[in-house]
């Protein structure tokens, strides 16, 4: 029987059909299960409902499983339902009767939320990291490989003067802009839902302030059925973060894969980082980059994917919101690997230098030969069909000089303005400040 259960027991039918996944799931919450409780039940004896005595043995026990947690020493038995159940079961196996007292003035359906909260805090500051990681990457390349030119395309055309120093720093700056998206992720899931219960709050005098400080949160859910209703919406903000970051790794995945082909040629890995042919002895496959191209592509139908499951539910709790564990916690990780791969390939490299020699790139020069016209004084649209006429009868002569000296241009990327800007939205998380709360939490010294 379950903690939560009555007198009759769930027919095992139905009881494994909606338990499901959720033990398997529930492993990646037990760590944010137990500094939810370890902040309620402090919060409970300050309002008279757990003696000092009771608070003693629940927090050191909680700090014990937290722990084990740490170790991989933590499972959901088959005879429990979910992470909550088990964290209160242990309990109560090994200090008696304090362990029940848990409970109180909460539900399953916040205990889930706060859990979660936590959880999806602490996988936002792990893909910061790596997010970061890259994006030191792309900025050291970007400046190692600034006076190389490549091509520059329009609608797969050969267009303009292009650099490396351009295109590792497009896809850096790309990041800055994608950490703007999950950092708003980041405001979302920093607010306490703890003390909602099942949505209409609790006829105990609950400090839901405190349980806000204790875990670092930033604010409030203040709103009980808005508490329960951000169930869903906040997984969905989530995964739109998380779209962002797959969204620029997709496009730079098919960019190598483009650049890595025979026919373009400008750049190259070492053989053992690609992968070859059963039948062509010749081939060196961009397997990763594919990869990483397919799954941030499924990461960015991740946000459609819980808006179809969570669409025209009312308010209030629905079992349905269960299996949005399923189709996101896998995400974080797929995800993570990607960034990781990524900057792991990137340590490895090759680009080629004097690319534009090629007679076949003459023509990216044409708008710098037209400026050339312009700088002595011809009106800019006589001199764009002077050179159009010489690429139509065979007589143009490409300058195979660039000067672009503006911001952000070939001759000043600007990457040290990118930094900043990366530095100030990453600084703006302010992870320090939750890193400090759990400490205090999680401290022997602590009530």
Known sequence: MKIWQKNIDVDSFVETFTVGNDRLMDLHLAAADVLGSLAHTRMLNSIGLLTDEDLASVQQELKNIYKEIGDQNFTIEDSV?????????????????????????????????????????????????????????????????????????????????????????AYAESLVDDLEVLKSAWKVCNKNPLGSAAGYGSSFPLNRTMTTQLLGFDDLNYNVVYAQMGRGKTERILAQGMS????????????????????????????????????MPHKKNPDVFELIRSRCNKIQALPNEIALMTTNLPSGYHRDLQLLKENLFPAFQSLGDCLDIATFMLDHITVKENILNDAKYDYLFSVEVVNAEVLEGIPFREAYRNIGAAIENGTFKPLKEVFHTH?????????????????????????????????????????
């Open 244 to 279: 962002a970051i797959a969204a620029t790794l997709a496009k730079f995945a098919m960019d190598v894969c483009l650049f890595i082909n025979q026919n373009f040629g400008f750049i190259s890995f070492p053989a053992h980082l690609t992968t070859g042919s059963s039948i």
């Open 407 to 447: 911001e952000g241009s070939i001759g000043n990327l600007c990457n040290q303005e990118i930094d900043r800007m990366f530095k100030e939205v990453k600084s703006s998380f302010r992870f320090d400040k939750v890193e400090t709360a759990l400490e205090a939490l999680l401290a022997e010294d602590t009530k």
């Open 81 to 169: 339902e979910d992470v909550h159940s088990q964290v209160e079961m242990l309990l109560t196996q090994r200090i008696g009767e304090a362990g029940k007292k848990i409970h109180a003035g909460r539900s399953r359906n916040d205990q889930v939320l706060v859990d979660l909260k936590l959880y999806f805090r602490t996988e936002i500051q792990l893909l910061v990291s790596r997010v970061e990681g890259l994006f030191n990457k792309l900025i050291a390349l970007s400046e190692q490989h600034k006076n190389v030119l490549i091509p520059g395309y329009t609608h797969l055309q050969i267009a303009m003067p292009s650099s490396f120093g351009l295109w590792f720093g």
